[in-house]
């Protein structure tokens, strides 16, 4: 199978531009969760979807958001990009049954300047 | 408020022996514990996950222990190989969220040959 896909692997920004990630789960994997990585912060959670819709949210503004389409995709968007945004964004995607771990992808390292 | 705890940054160990890695937590609702393994450039793999009614789990070289009075798991390598040099990260999460993990800071593991 498959892993969990992530582009591009490589993004440079300017500030006050916005940014689009995608990310392909597992084969099968219906639950999407999306994840930063910071020096300063270590990994933290964006949010999950799952169904098409968002179950989980965690404490980001809202300049970062998320959608997943009907094959289980995902993108997540940053708008008015800043210097604090830049970080490995991670996705993982899990069978959202009871003790199913979270696979991630090799994330997409964005740097804003 | 950092709900999960890897108060080691790093761990040095000789080829061969025992590797263990701690991790606290805070927040009782958490009742899934999973440790990942990240190496530089790439997303955290996953090694072997614990829910709240057990006390230990076992997958090849790796084990678990969890101490659910003490708030304590700790993850066991035997016998440590140089390929395990990577970060740690232990995550926590309850069974009914288990998208959305909280992540320790990690502890950097150097298996010495």
């Not at chain 1, 990310?23 to 098409?52: A, K, M």
């Not at chain 2, 955290?44 to 230990?56: A, E, Q, V």
């Amino acid at each position: 199978k498959a892993g969990v896909t992530q582009t591009p692997r490589y993004l440079i920004k300017t500030r006050g531009q916005q940014v689009t990630l995608s990310c392909s789960p597992i084969s099968g994997h219906r639950s999407v969760s999306w994840y930063q990585q910071t020096p300063g912060q270590g990994l933290q959670f964006l949010f999950e979807y799952f169904s098409e819709t968002q179950r989980n949210k965690g404490n980001f503004p809202g300049r970062f958001s998320g959608r997943q389409f009907s094959n289980s995709r995902s993108e997540m968007n940053v708008s008015t990009l800043e210097l604090g945004d830049s970080a490995l964004y991670l996705c993982a995607s899990s069978q959202d049954r009871f003790n199913s771990p979270l696979h991630f992808g090799n994330g997409t390292r964005l740097t804003v300047t | 408020d950092q709900q999960v705890k890897q108060n080691s940054p790093s761990l040095s160990v000789q080829e061969g022996r025992i590797s263990i890695l701690n991790c606290d937590y805070t927040n009782s609702m958490f009742d899934y514990f999973l440790w990942y393994k990240k190496y530089p450039a790439e997303g955290p793999t996953f090694l072997i996950s614990i829910s709240s009614i057990k006390d230990k789990n076992e997958d090849g070289r790796f084990t678990v222990f969890l101490n659910k009075s003490a708030k304590h798991l700790s993850l066991h390598i035997v016998p440590s190989q140089p390929g395990d040099s990577a970060v740690y990260f232990c995550a926590a999460s309850d069974l009914g969220n288990t998208g959305k993990l909280i992540f320790g800071q990690g502890t950097t593991l150097q298996v010495k040959p």
